[in-house]
């Protein structure tokens, strides 16, 4: 099995009569995301929603005690239709991280790295060679979750290949017929560009694609004016 992932931008529509909740970083804390979701169901019965959609806008991992738990979740919910996920700068630092050190992993669960990875790259390319910057951000607990070390490379053979799957596999943004989903900031400019970047080739990306790539994981400021939904789903 190869994944061959090429888009940063992906439209949800939702089922008919299904609610989407938007929830924030959780950061490996599987009890309270927990009882979020059940606070969720409870809230979805009482509209008389038949479904409910949970996505994650970033950050599944580090700090928390439970990121294996917390990714293990999302795994199945996302087989189940139930969750899905999109990149934070947390899961910037995994990707980044098992790219560059320990890139036969990817190749044993058939990833195939997609180009807003490249940009990864090409923005933060000292956290593609070395841990210290992750770890500094919380990494040693992601690897004390899966019972490895961040400092033995060795160990992360215990990372199972269906997460590394879903997190490679999350997009930048999702898009619905009312809300723009993601981590950061997003402005309708930096939209148009990822959507325009999404069909070009690796070797063609310039700054405004790297700029936005960027402002998707750390921009903080308040959006300069709203998206034209409309306009996404004319």
């Given amino acids: 099995m190869e994944i061959f992932l090429s888009v940063a931008v992906v439209d949800i529509t939702p089922l008919k009569d299904c609610k989407l909740f938007a929830v924030g ?3 490996g804390c599987y009890e309270a995301l927990v009882a979020l979701e059940s606070k969720i169901r409870e809230s979805t019965k009482r509209s008389k929603t038949s479904h409910y959609k949970i996505i994650s806008v970033g950050d599944l991992c580090d700090r928390g005690p439970d990121t294996n738990r917390v990714i293990e979740h999302f795994v199945r919910g996302k087989e189940a239709n139930t969750h899905d996920v999109i990149i934070g700068n947390h899961e910037m ?5 098992f790219w560059g050190l320990r890139p036969d992993l990817l190749s044993r669960a058939g990833i195939k790295p997609a180009w807003f990875h490249h940009a990864f790259a090409a923005l ?7 841990v210290d ?16 070390d961040i400092q033995d490379t060795k160990t992360w053979d215990r990372i199972p290949a269906t997460h590394l ?9 999702f898009v619905t017929p009312k809300a723009v989903i993601s981590h950061a900031v997003i402005h309708q ?4 560009t990822l959507i325009s970047a999404d069909h070009a080739e690796v070797e ?4 405004p694609v790297l700029e936005a790539v960027h402002r998707c994981l750390w921009e903080r400021g308040f ?12």
Avoid: C
């Fill in 25 to 27: 970083d959780v950061h």
């Fill in 93 to 97: 630092f995994f990707l980044m991280a």
């Fill in 124 to 130: 933060y390319k000292s956290v593609k060679t070395q």
């Fill in 133 to 148: 910057i992750w770890q500094g951000n919380g990494g040693d607990s992601v690897f004390k979750s899966y019972d490895a």
């Fill in 165 to 173: 799957r879903l997190l490679f596999g999350a997009p930048l943004v």
């Fill in 189 to 192: 400019g930096d939209l148009d």
């Fill in 204 to 207: 063609g990306m310039d700054r």
């Fill in 223 to 234: 959006p300069k004016q709203r998206i034209d939904l409309e306009r996404r789903h004319a």
